[in-house]
């Protein structure tokens, strides 16, 4: 417990509405943190911790209808990356066990520039058994956008890269919410199994609020695994596997997983936000991470997506 108490625990604030001390200081640890821990914990910042706490009872809500309901949801196009995705879909990649759970994904409402991005930016699915889900959702999606747009502003000081890097590379991004159900576990689920296999996520970085309970372990640069929580007024934000690729393994992509609970009757909620640039983006080496050569070459982000998608079973989303 020692090595998580050394995580920085930062506060967003500071960067938005501080001095430019505050803001340097504020991007010099977010860079460390995720260097070198891979997550850091924002313990202010623009999503309204009541909103999330509302959308726990909204997700909650859905994930207790008859599974014929929530079938009516699953969008087969683009490997799942809008409504709902039933129990035993996902695994991590390389497993052979699924993932223990089911999720409902939601995206970008509005499109900036439809005629370039709509073809890869589904429309939205929302459950009419649940009263204000739409309304809740969208509100919590814009806050997240937002708290995941500013913790980029504050990384691209420290990369040195131009002030508009990536809120360009943000505009119409594919963005997701994935409100995530692990239920009790039951008899038939595979020995193996657990409620999420250890991976990385594909996208630049995460933002998750607090879960329901705990289970969430994160593995640090020294290939120890630590268990993470935050309160209800907090985030953790991790890096992904596109931010790990711009940056030529500078910041690695952090390693996490979901482990199963001692009490197998116990249910599990979270909802992490999923950053993703806009589909036409080339993820390509920042200059001031070259090093001694670029690790990988460049690849168009909805590619990479669609590759990865592919890895972890969502294109046989049905």
């Known amino acids: ?27 010099n640890e977010l860079f460390r943190g995720l260097k ?34 929530k079938r009516q949801y699953i969008c087969k196009e683009g490997g799942g990356q809008r409504g709902y995705t039933a129990f035993g879909v996902e695994h991590a990649k390389n497993s052979q066990y699924p993932d ?28 009419t058994e649940v009263a204000e889900f739409k309304d809740v959702m969208l509100k919590l999606y814009d806050g997240m956008d937002t708290t995941s747009t500013l913790i980029l502003d504050s990384l691209g000081m420290a990369l040195d890269v131009p002030q508009n890097y990536f809120r360009d590379m943000l505009s119409d991004g594919n963005s997701i919410i994935r409100a995530i159900h692990y239920p009790p576990l039951g008899p038939a689920a595979p020995k193996n199994a657990v409620r999420a296999a250890a991976h990385e996520d ?58 199963n609970p001692d009490d197998a009757t116990s249910n599990r909620y979270s909802m992490p936000f999923f950053t993703h640039p806009n589909p036409d983006t080339m ?23 669609m590759q990865r998608i592919k890895d972890i079973g969502l294109n046989k989303n049905k």
């Open 283 to 305: 993820l390509t080496c920042i200059p001031s991470c070259r090093g001694a050569g670029e690790k990988y070459e460049p690849i168009n982000a909805h590619d990479w997506l």
């Open 100 to 127: 223990l759970k089911e999720f409902w994904h939601v995206g970008r409402e509005t499109i900036k520039d439809p005629a370039r991005f709509k073809k890869h930016l589904p429309d939205n699915l929302w459950p």
């Open 1 to 27: 417990m020692d090595a998580i108490r050394k995580v920085p625990e930062l506060s967003l604030m500071s960067f938005v509405n501080g001095t430019t001390n505050d803001k340097v200081k504020f991007t």
């Open 202 to 259: 594909i996208n630049l970085i995460t933002c998750m609020v607090g879960a329901t309970s705990a289970g969430l372990e994160l593995l640090d640069r020294d290939g120890k695994w630590l268990p993470v929580s935050c309160n209800d007024r907090q985030l953790v934000i991790d890096s992904g596997d596109m931010l790990s690729r711009i940056t030529n393994e500078v910041i690695p992509a952090t390693t996490h997983r979901v482990v």
């Open 36 to 69: 070198d821990y891979g997550f850091i914990v924002l313990v202010d910042h623009p999503v309204d911790y009541k909103l999330t706490s509302k959308a726990y009872d909204l997700v909650h809500e859905f994930f207790q209808l008859p599974e014929a309901t």
